[in-house]
């Protein structure tokens, strides 16, 4: 055996795992992520990806690539009928239209599948520096001493077994996680509460559904299921609800071929049956997100019904929380403990959102996909210092609608940007990789403020709304933003884009360093 360091093992490399890897090399975190499986997942899978995960991609510089990979925004439609060519179907749309009133984000989500997305994700993060990629490599085993992880890990194709050192273990190892049953965190919720036969294969229904082309076609017969588009021409998902009275041979391709000729409605479709997979809908939630020097991300830390399209976004937002907290607590300017506000934080979002998708799950008027669902995130923890008038602050989600603000906790909103470089077109865009004080306009002061937390060791940028060329795009958007009684406020804000702290510029040059070291946990 060979034994080498790491500082974060990361277990799983599936959408969160990769995202996670592709944040860390932009923190500058040293890391290696292992999946058992040889390549990425050959099944679609989780499809939409939020406005919210738009975002982080954006940040690690793969927004444009997804985007070309996914279907056009004018298909992101969800479609109820009886079959493929019910006369008297229903078509809707997003709960909110990209395009419907004030704009909410400069990157609306889409129709990703998982198969197209995932190697993306994979040749982001290893052509990053900081990362080692290795697929085919099982964790077998790990064992946690409080100051670090000692892992077995196993190159399937050969056997060979090797120690790894490494000082944090992150499992995004998916529902049956491993790294979550090693470290005996237990799971609360519901389990069976549907189980399904997803079948993907290859149809000409492109001139079927041309003029009610959609994401997801919902079929109101009982027991009928519903087709997810891949491409909303020749490559499609058939999911059929697997009930008492309703089974399948997953082996069997000339009973499956006329499943999906039943629930299509044409009966001489020509399909060809590619492969299939079994799954069931849970709604389960660990009950702790940490224990000592191990945390879980994804569906190793939730399992959300995908009923709404939320649980590989949680999973994503779960890697953008935890990143730079690990990145801090490495780089030694953070106390471990500020791993602990990542559950803080995480855990009751994704509480509400196993809520929201259950509800869906049962509703029989049906729901509509909320895309701008995880912009209403609202953090409540040690690592945000509250306004003193922000006690009845909403959180952690706003599922009534985006109102964008500045209050500590929510992620900083999105104003249009005009007149700067190319590359930023958004505040968003002036955010990271470490902390960014954010102002209205260049006061020579706030440049003393910023170097005094620089001065302590802690990565800071000063960024104004207003410089030289760069303007907001609607004046005066960034002053209605924030408010009159806030009119003069600077926000501190996180690497992951949520405001820390909001408030006028300090006397005292050791005020902010303080109230960033608030922030860090560190004393």
Same mark, same amino acid.
């Given at each position: ?18 995202? +996670?890897?592709?944040?860390?090399? /932009? ?20 499809? *939409? ?16 690539? =997804?985007? @070309? ?6 298909? =992101? ?12 179907? =229903? ?41 080692? #990629? ?46 979550? !049953? ?23 229904? *492109? ?22 588009? =891949?491409? &909303?021409?020749?490559?499609? %998902? ?19 071929? /006329? ?43 939730? #399992?959300?019904?995908? $009923? ?12 953008? &929380?935890? @990143? ?12 471990? @403990? ?11 979002? !994704?509480?509400?959102?196993?809520? %929201? ?8 008027? /049906?729901?509509? %996909? ?48 005009? /007149? ?6 958004? $505040? ?10 954010? #102002?209205?306009? *260049? ?18 940028? +000063? ?20 408010? $009159?009684?806030?009119?003069?406020? @600077? ?33």
């Amino acid at each position: 055996m060979t034994e080498s360091h790491t500082s974060v093992l990361v277990v799983g490399g599936g959408p969160v795992g990769l995202a +996670l890897s592709c944040l860390l090399s /932009g923190h500058g975190v040293d890391h290696m992520l292992i999946e058992a499986h040889p390549a990425t997942s050959r099944h679609p899978k989780a499809r *939409g990806v939020s406005a919210r995960s738009m975002e982080i991609f954006r940040r690690i510089g793969l927004e444009e690539a =997804v985007r @070309a990979a996914g279907l056009p925004p004018e298909q =992101v439609h969800f479609y109820r009928g009886r079959d493929l060519v019910d006369p008297d179907h =229903v078509r809707t749309g997003l709960a909110r239209e990209p395009d419907e009133g004030p704009e909410h984000t400069p990157s609306p989500g889409l129709i990703c599948s998982q198969d197209v997305l995932e190697p993306l994700l994979l040749r982001r993060a290893e052509e990053l520096p900081g990362s080692r #990629v290795r697929f085919g490599t099982r964790l077998v085993s790990f064992t946690d001493d409080g100051s670090g992880v000692r892992a077995v890990v196993e190159e399937r194709a050969t056997g060979r077994r090797n120690h790894l050192w490494a000082d944090w273990l992150v499992g995004c190892d998916g529902a049956a996680s491993t790294v979550r !049953a090693g470290a005996g965190i237990a799971m609360e919720g519901p389990t069976g509460l549907g189980r399904y036969l997803s079948i993907r294969f290859e149809a000409p229904l *492109g001139r079927v559904v041309a003029d009610r082309a959609s994401a997801s076609y919902f079929l109101t017969v009982p027991g009928r299921g519903g087709f997810m588009a =891949v491409d &909303n021409d020749r490559h499609w %998902i058939y999911q059929y609800p697997l009930g008492a009275d309703a089974a399948a041979d997953p082996t069997d391709h000339r009973l499956l071929a /006329g499943l999906v000729r039943t629930a299509a409605g044409i009966p001489d479709l020509d399909v060809t049956i590619r492969d299939t997979m079994t799954w069931r809908m849970d709604a389960r939630l660990a009950d702790a997100y940490r224990r000592s020097r191990v945390l879980l991300a994804g569906d190793a830390a939730h #399992v959300i019904p995908p $009923t709404g399209g939320h649980g590989m976004n949680t999973g994503i937002g779960d890697a953008d &929380n935890l @990143a730079w907290k690990l990145a801090a607590v490495i780089a030694g300017y953070a106390d471990e @403990a500020l791993l602990d506000t990542y559950g803080d934080e995480r855990r009751p979002l !994704a509480r509400q959102v196993i809520d %929201i998708s259950m509800a869906n799950a049962t509703s029989r008027a /049906g729901y509509r %996909i909320d895309d701008e669902l995880l912009l209403t995130a609202a953090y409540r923890s040690a690592a945000v210092i509250p306004d003193p008038d922000s006690a009845d602050a909403p959180g952690p989600l706003n599922a009534s609608g985006y109102r964008p603000g500045c209050r500590p906790g929510e992620r900083v909103p999105h104003v249009r940007l005009a /007149g700067g470089p190319a590359e930023v077109t958004s $505040t968003l865009d002036l955010i990271g990789p470490g902390f960014t004080l954010l #102002v209205a306009d *260049g006061d020579p002061e706030w440049q003393r403020q910023a170097e005094a937390v620089r001065q302590a060791g802690i990565p800071l940028t +000063l960024r104004t709304i207003r410089t030289g060329a760069q303007r907001e795009a609607e004046p005066g958007r960034w002053a209605g933003m924030l408010g $009159t009684e806030h009119a003069d406020a @600077a926000l501190l804000v996180r690497p992951d884009g949520h405001i820390a702290w909001r408030g006028a510029r300090p006397a005292d040059l050791s005020t902010l360093p303080a109230l960033v070291r608030r922030v860090l946990a560190t004393p």
